[in-house]
């Protein structure tokens, strides 16, 4: 396994509640960051943006009024978004097919379910790094290749229409743990 | 037209890579794991002292929705997003039984349309048992007593769900 020194990236991490954005930032610290910047909204982070060179985002969903899903998406299709490509992290309580389905077709790298574990942030962390991805513009979405996996089978659009079967449409879902949500991007 | 046409590939450029080092001293082993998951442990407890302020607002919430039982969409959703961040947060702070109670509690309100007395009954019951893990410190799995509590919760709220 390989040991990676964090200290030359910045991050930006972006929640409602200060004692989240607490802990978030005391992992980092422990794991060896320097230069984390907090943002309590969206909108904040999207401010915070234009001048902090953020190498890696996480962000919870549920803020208001600019939530972690429009912030993604204005990240990544914003006219006068600062950094399109940049790696973000959905932290959330949200771990429904579903919502883990909108989370990544809103243009996030990687989902993280909470409860956060230190071991949990850092592999996601380790995943963004050794496992860079191409970006994809199709249609109304613009974000990381959602196809992790090389599949010869893959057809086109038809792959995005048999996740939408797979989460029931969009209605609902069952709750998954942090490993099936992980087979679940990684499919 | 087909949809592939419409596809465009591009390569950002890569930079993490070459800004993080392998290996050497200050990069992520297991010791920085290890200091990582004690900062979560030093923080529980300031989240023993916020938490009552989530109990209080939670309780608040359920008030509110018992008293407007016949409109109850807003309240409903402000049940459910305290107990939702309830749920995310308890874990994180080594209370893995909030997070379980969070959880049901989520499951139970979710999609509701309509309210019972029964509903703002099983609402109440699981307020009053996070309030009883918090007041009893029950971290972790919460240990015999706290499997107890929940499996007398599941009981009760059975029962009064059934008759």
Known sequence: MVDYNLERLNFLIVDDNKHM???????????????????????????????????????????????GLDFTRLVRTGKDSPNPFVPIIMLTGHTEMNRVVEARDAGVHEFMAKPISAKGLYARIKAIIERPRPFVRAGMYFGPDRRRRDNPAYRGSERRKSDDEASGGGGGGAELSQEEVQALLDN | MSDDESVKVITP?????????????????????????????????????WVEEDLEKIRRAHDALSANMDNPAEYVDAVFQIAHDMKGQGGSFGYDLMTILGNDLCRFIEGKQAVTKTDLNVISLYIDTMKIVISKRMSGDGGAEGQKVLAGLAMVVKKITSG
């Open chain 1, 21 to 67: 954005r607490a802990l978030v930032q005391g992992i980092l610290h422990a794991l060896g960051v320097k230069n984390c910047l907090d943002a309590i909204d969206g909108a904040d982070a999207f401010k915070e943006l234009r001048h902090f060179p953020a190498d890696i985002i996480i962000c919870d969903w549920n803020m208001q009024p600019l939530d």
């Open chain 2, 13 to 49: 450029p890569n930079t993490l890579k070459s800004r993080v080092r392998e290996g050497g001293p200050g990069s992520v082993d297991l010791a920085a794991l290890e200091r990582a998951e004690a900062v979560i442990a030093d923080l529980a407890d300031s989240y023993l002292e």
